[in-house]
């Protein structure tokens, strides 16, 4: 009976502040202290957690800050380690994450060879000097004519005026300069003055002979308009795969029965047809001038002009891949009259590897096929993208777009007394690389960077050049070919071939991805705090989940007690310890 009372009166006492609490054993701080942790306020709750997580965690030092019995000098000596630690560890993660972000890709030689009969043959754009026959324009004269007056009337003929308007277009820059020459042209006229004034193909090329065959020029070259003006290409696709709908009908086209349906450039030839010489793009099988193209190029002395584009004579040869449009004042190499040029090709091939696929463009520094897309042109390359945005610039600059540039129907095409001004507009799309925006006059709007990346998959022909003296009247002399069936020819020959039957393609590919950046960091937190993955999922269990589980606990537990207060008022119901039931 004494006990009985002795235990009522037990009952009847306030609870302590760790009574019918449940608190498991894991729930206690370091085995030093043995002391349950406080469930009063959150932030009560949340020093609890971190004693325990001090105690209790992986990473080096941390131990040592809630230690009991340990001098306030060892507790600073350990926060210091740690803080220089942690700053170094984080300056150092920093580092690696800015090589992953800006210099995540890497250009590499691949790891085989590739036969030249994997890419095309070099679509190979020749455009003579001579813009003019002296038949159709004395363009020396009529400038001479032009630059007594300066202004209108000069003392020319109609013709003559719009011939002329249309020549200087292509002519050198700064001989409009104090003009004023402007007639305005419809969509299709300039570009008719300049075929008709031009030398044709029959005038230009002599002898064609490709893979060791011997054929008309005509079979292998097509006429195209470029900013050069008449030029003559071979190895171009078709019109219909290399622009869009939306070309105005009056550009020049280039067309051809030839297909490249078996061909593109991101893919190479299908693999699955048979070798076929005649595969569209053409290809060669081999190197050396015997299957390379040869051409024998002429000119006539009475039709050889020095004001239109100075003194050297002779051709501009752009070589370029097949699915590009020839922009010859850009790249090229002369081909002088009287002289014999060997051009040694030397493919430079860069690929890029599907790992990169997912990158955004700016980062791998190049486009796929798919991703960027003209609106003129079908295959897209640089150099096609950079003609474009200078398009759409003129446009925006002038009001107007030079006859060689891709065009819409309802676009105008410039006049002469536009030359400053286009020249100019490409002038300042250069600038435009270097600046964010520019403003054109005005009121206009700014403009907006190109953004021409390489393609993923782009060729250029790298080539090595060799002339020597063309002694064509010897040549003539030693068949007993009469001379006067041509005369005043000014011939010059012309031999391109690969250098090699192979080559080495450079490849793009991961040089530092997601997996390389965390095993850095892993490396790093390792090195300098003895902490891994897991250490880095128990700091947040410690201050997430287990604090909100224990603040649930605990209020799950006095919601139980205050239940049991009202169910029998000034006696506290308490769970019978092991000693009670041992009684």
């Given at each position: 009976?004494?006990s009985?009372a002795?235990?009522?009166?037990k ?9 019918g609490?449940s608190v498991a ?6 085995a ?6 406080k ?6 709750a949340a020093?609890?957690l ?9 990473v ?7 230690e ?18 942690l ?5 150092l993660?920093?580092?690696v994450y800015?090589?992953w ?9 691949a790891?085989?060879?590739?036969p030249?009969?994997?890419i ?7 455009c ?10 004395n363009?020396?004269h009529v ?5 007594a ?12 005026d719009?011939?002329?308007a ?9 001989l409009?300069?104090g ?8 969509n299709?006229?300039?570009?008719d ?8 193909s029959?005038?230009t090329?002599?002898?064609?002979k ?19 003006g ?10 219909s795969e ?8 009056d550009?020049t086209?280039?067309?051809?029965n030839?297909s490249?349906?078996f061909?593109?450039?991101e893919?190479g ?9 005649q ?6 099988f ?7 193209l040869?051409v024998?190029?002429?000119l ?6 020095y004001?239109c ?17 020839p ?7 002369r081909?002088p009259?009287?002289q ?11 690929t890029?590897?599907?790992?990169l ?7 791998r520094q ?5 991703e ?27 009001g107007?777009?030079?006859f060689?540039?891709?065009r ?14 286009y020249?100019?507009?490409e ?12 403003t ?5 709007e ?12 782009s ?5 090595e050049?060799?002339q020597?003296p063309?002694?064509?009247v010897?040549?003539?002399n030693?068949y007993?070919?009469p001379?006067d069936?041509?005369?005043?020819m ?12 192979q080559f ?6 991961e ?11 892993g490396?790093?937190?390792g090195l300098?705090?003895?902490a891994?993955?897991?250490?880095i999922v128990e700091?947040?269990y ?8 224990n603040?649930?606990?605990?209020m799950h537990?006095k919601?139980?007690?205050k239940i049991a ?5 000034g006696?506290v ?11």
């Amino acid at each position: 009976m004494a006990s009985f009372a002795l235990k009522f009166r037990k009952d009847l006492e306030p609870p302590s502040e760790t009574d019918g609490q449940s608190v498991a054993p894991s729930d206690l701080a370091h085995a030093d202290s043995n002391k349950r942790i406080k469930y009063g306020k959150p932030v009560q709750a949340a020093m609890g957690l971190f004693e325990e997580y001090c105690g209790s965690s992986t990473v080096h030092g941390v131990r040592y800050f809630t230690e009991k019995k340990r001098h306030w000098m060892e507790r600073l000596w350990w926060i210091l380690a740690f803080a220089l630690a942690l700053f170094y560890c984080g300056k150092l993660i920093q580092n690696v994450y800015i090589k992953w972000d800006q210099s995540p890709v890497i250009v590499s030689f691949a790891e085989k060879s590739t036969p030249v009969w994997e890419i095309p043959f070099p679509a190979v754009t020749i455009c003579p000097e001579t813009k003019a026959n002296m038949s159709q324009l004395n363009f020396t004269h009529v400038y001479h004519q032009i630059a007594a007056t300066l202004k209108p009337p000069f003392n020319i003929t109609d013709e003559e005026d719009e011939l002329m308007a249309a020549v200087v277009q292509i002519c050198d820059s700064h001989l409009t300069d104090g003009f004023e020459v402007g007639t305005n042209f419809t969509n299709s006229s300039i570009t008719d003055l300049l075929r008709d004034t031009a030398p044709s193909s029959n005038d230009t090329l002599f002898i064609c002979k490709f893979r060791n065959t011997v054929d008309y020029c005509q079979k292998y070259f097509e006429e195209i308009m470029t900013e050069e003006g008449l030029c003559f290409t071979f190895n171009v696709l078709n019109g219909s795969e290399l622009y869009n709908e939306d070309l105005s009908p009056d550009y020049t086209r280039i067309d051809h029965n030839m297909s490249a349906k078996f061909w593109n450039l991101e893919d190479g030839y299908d693999t699955s047809i048979e070798i076929d010489p005649q595969t569209y793009p053409y290809r060669v099988f081999g190197s050396g001038a015997r299957v390379g193209l040869f051409v024998l190029l002429k000119l006539y002395e009475q039709n050889l002009e020095y004001i239109c584009r100075g003194p050297v004579q002779g051709f501009k040869i752009l070589l370029h891949t097949p699915g590009e449009v020839p922009q010859v004042s850009k790249h090229y190499f002369r081909v002088p009259l009287l002289q014999e040029v060997l051009v040694s090709v030397k493919p430079n091939m860069i690929t890029t590897s599907e790992g990169l696929r997912h990158y955004e463009p700016n980062r791998r520094q190049c486009y796929f096929a798919s991703e960027r897309k003209l609106r003129f042109l079908k295959v897209y390359t640089q150099r096609n993208c950079e003609l474009e945005c200078l398009a759409n610039f003129t446009l925006q600059a002038c009001g107007c777009v030079k006859f060689s540039m891709p065009r819409d129907k309802d676009t105008p095409i410039c006049g002469a007394a536009k030359i400053a001004c286009y020249n100019e507009a490409e002038d300042n799309l250069l600038k435009e690389q270097f600046t964010e925006g520019l403003t054109l006059e005005p009121g206009a709007e700014r403009v907006k960077a190109c953004n021409c990346l390489p393609a993923c998959t782009s060729i250029t022909y790298d080539a090595e050049i060799s002339q020597a003296p063309f002694d064509w009247v010897s040549l003539f002399n030693a068949y007993n070919s009469p001379l006067d069936e041509f005369p005043g020819m000014q011939p010059a020959r012309l031999s391109i071939f690969f250098k090699e039957n192979q080559f080495i393609t450079s490849k793009r590919s991961e040089l530092y991805g997601p997996t390389d950046f965390l095993a850095n960091c892993g490396g790093l937190l390792g090195l300098f705090m003895g902490a891994s993955f897991l250490s880095i999922v128990e700091l947040l269990y410690f201050f997430s989940l287990r604090l909100c589980c224990n603040l649930r606990s605990r209020m799950h537990r006095k919601r139980k007690n205050k239940i049991a207060d009202s169910a029998v008022p000034g006696i506290v119901v308490v769970k019978p310890n092991d000693d009670d039931k041992k009684e």
